[in-house]
């Protein structure tokens, strides 16, 4: 029984697969053995061989997904970025603080309010109050759909501060959801003034300033009554 | 140092049934109470029936300043004068609220002649309830 291996130029043939094995790891994938001999090392030859091409497919594929995690990954920063351009835009546009009529200030809040929108809304309002000298300022909440405790402390907030300022805040259009979260929170809004609706708000203010009105027409009048006599 | 808060008095002016206060300084706290009696004492000796405050001026207000105002408005009341604090700036508003310190008994108005008709209609109601 012969023990020996039947190999045909071995030196050579160890040395082209050091050869072919050195070319790979350099990183040039087309480098492949290709014996042609059919003896004992073919079969090891062979296997070599089709290592190389399965390594060489996975190298590809890898390389594809990290292209495509990459492409993923800048369009996720691109959207991070809209979406805090969009949020700033928010901030902007949340407050708009309108003169309605002589004397009467709406300020219409739409959607989730939040500490800072709130804080914002806030000083705004005071601020524009301040720059029109309205005495009635109405703060419209029909497109408010929930109120934690917090927003509706800033709320309340905001009515002290007008009051603080000479100004009467009324706010209109509490939902049925925010009526009952108020309760439960046990949140006492009995010194704010509410209305059912902005119209119900707008007519109120109406009224209040026909009220101060003819008290300062009365006022005249009996002042130059007194001069008269 | 303490001579200079001394001189720095701020008038008190009269017209007709009214005391006019007009803060155009900054407040130290002595300055304050020196205020407070000032004006508790010209209300005695003119018999005003209101004061108004005005504090369009006035940038800062802390707890003090604050409290010595709304206690003030409530001897004035006892005294039988309405005080009207006028002009009051937002951020100074902002800070009151944050403070706590809301002022429930204080009246306020945006400019000092919104005050006045406010003091005038004031005196007219009690005038009618007599």
Do not use: Y
């Not at chain 1, 009635?136 to 109120?147: E, S």
């Not at chain 1, 007008?162 to 209109?172: F, K, T, V, Y």
């Not at chain 2, 000032?38 to 006035?58: C, F, H, M, P, R």
């Amino acid at each position: 029984m012969s023990e020996t291996f039947n190999i045909s130029k071995p030196k050579e043939r160890i040395e082209r697969i050091e050869d072919v094995l050195a070319t790979v790891a350099a990183g040039d994938m087309d480098a492949r053995i290709q014996s042609e001999t059919e003896d004992d090392l073919s079969g090891i030859e062979a296997a070599i061989d089709l290592l190389i091409d399965d390594l060489t497919d996975e190298l590809r594929q890898s390389a594809k997904m990290r292209k495509e995690v990459e492409d993923k990954l800048s369009k996720i920063q691109e959207q991070q970025k809209t979406i805090v351009q969009q949020q700033e835009d928010l901030l902007e546009l949340s407050s708009p603080v309108s003169k309605v009529w002589d004397n009467v200030l709406i300020l219409p809040v739409i959607g989730t309010l939040d500490s800072q929108r709130t804080q914002i809304m806030m000083e705004n309002l005071l601020q524009k109050i301040v720059d029109t000298g309205c005495t009635i300022a109405i703060l419209d909440i029909t497109g408010v759909p929930t109120v934690d405790t917090q927003v509706a402390n800033h709320l309340l907030k905001t009515v002290t501060s007008a009051r603080l300022l000479g100004a009467e805040c009324i706010i209109s259009g509490i939902s049925p959801a925010i009526a009952q979260t108020i309760v439960h929170l046990g949140i006492d809004l009995s010194i704010i003034r509410t209305k059912a609706t902005l119209q119900d708000a707008m007519i109120f203010a109406m009224k209040q300033n026909k009220r101060s009105e003819d008290a300062r027409l009365q006022m005249q009048q009996s002042n130059s009554d007194e001069k008269d006599v | 140092m303490n001579t200079e808060i001394h001189d720095k008095r701020i008038p008190i002016i009269r017209i007709k049934d009214f005391l006019i206060v007009s803060i155009q300084v900054d407040m130290h706290d002595k300055l304050a109470i020196q205020l407070q009696s000032q004006i508790l004492n010209e209300i005695e000796k003119t018999g005003a029936k209101g004061v108004l405050i005005d504090i369009s001026v006035l940038e800062m207000v802390d707890s003090f300043i604050g409290r010595m105002l709304s206690g003030m408005a409530s001897m004035a009341s006892i005294m039988d004068a309405a005080v009207v604090i006028v002009g009051m700036q937002p951020a100074v508003a902002i800070t009151l609220v944050e403070l706590g310190l809301e002022m429930p008994g204080v009246d306020t108005a945006l400019n000092m002649e919104k005050g006045m008709e406010m003091l005038e209609n004031r005196i007219k109601e009690q005038d009618i309830d007599f």
